[in-house]
């Protein structure tokens, strides 16, 4: 395998973790193998329902109580996140890790037929939202003696394509992002790395590539030992990092 990291119960015993796009695809997958690594995942995503499904998941499988924050990253503003932070602080007195892995495809098109309106919504999800959020967690993050900021990147963040449009704008400042942090944080506990989950059987790579045979993809469970090295802290020494989930890709 590419990557030979094993998990086990007790990886991120009591590490508090906020995970974006909890409630489908990868960021489900991603919250509830936190969970069973002995993490308490504070569940963001915009549909109440799929939180609601992946918190019953969670309490079915053994792990602790999670928290659901239904929230659309398109609307919410920087006193959403500054409160979300308010109660983490009282609820759990710290944060240890967040995973940005929430993000829109956009339309893929010619760049000359980009509305103006569609760029700005997948600038605000995939970009603007992960600004709001590290400086309304940046104190919590802090009271954490050891945390861990995952932002999630696409091969089309580091080399753009024709017709990607936006998204790869958008997955190009999200390496920025982690990159300037990194940078400003590396001699203190906080971390900031991103992953490249490769190509991978969920909703949004069904979108982008509506002709290939989903069976011949990683499932999102197949790239979880990626999530949870960056969140546990046998890395420790790893910071504005990118980490590729798959070989190639
Ligand atoms: P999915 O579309 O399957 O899931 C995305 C999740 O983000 C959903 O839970 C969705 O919530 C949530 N979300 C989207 N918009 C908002 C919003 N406005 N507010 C709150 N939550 C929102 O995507 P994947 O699991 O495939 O992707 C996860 C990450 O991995 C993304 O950052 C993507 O760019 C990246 N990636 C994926 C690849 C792949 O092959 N799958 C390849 C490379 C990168 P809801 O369902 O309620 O709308």
Redesign the pocket.
Known sequence: PHFSFESHEKSLENKVILV?????????EAAIKYAKCGARVIL????TE?LEHVYDNILELGGKQPSIVP????G?TLSHYEGLADTIASEYGRLDGIL??????GNLCPFGQIKESEFDEVIQ??VK?QFLIVKAMLPILKMSPAASVVF????VGSKGRAFWST?SVS?FATEGMMQTLADEYKNSHIRFNSI??????????A??FPAEDPSE?KT?SQIMPTYVYLMDDVSRGINGQLLHCQAGN
Not at 20 to 28: F, L, P, R, V, Y
Not at 71 to 74: A, K
């Open positions: 974006t796009g909890a409630g489908d695809g990868i960021g489900k963001l995503g915009k549909t799929k929230l659309d990253l398109s919410a940005f892995n929430a993000s829109i495809l999800v995939n939202s999630t990147s696409s091969s998204y997955k490249n989950p490769g190509a991978t059987r969920t909703n949004m790579r979108k982008a993809l999102p």
